[in-house]
């Protein structure tokens, strides 16, 4: 289903849109685009959480490493005897 929908852009931006298309394909360049943008600000967006997570949690991470180590290297020891 479509949706006539009226959008002012500046004459720069439709001067760019009639380099890379024809007139009559312009409501389908826009579709594209904004799904593309959209979908790119997502990814950057997931990205952006997944490295603030990964900065909030690795000070835990790495306290558990140092707590866990003695462990693990005796555990390796008693395996080599």
Known sequence: MY????????D???RLIDRVTKRGNRSRFIDRAVKRYVDEAGRRN???LMKEEAI???ERDLKLAEEWFPLEE??????EK
Do not use: D
């Open 12 to 14: 720069e931006t439709i």
């Open 74 to 79: 005796e555990a390796c020891q008693h395996i």
């Open 46 to 48: 997931l990205r952006m």
């Open 3 to 10: 949706k006539r929908i009226n959008i002012t852009l500046p």
């Open 56 to 58: 909030r949690w690795a």
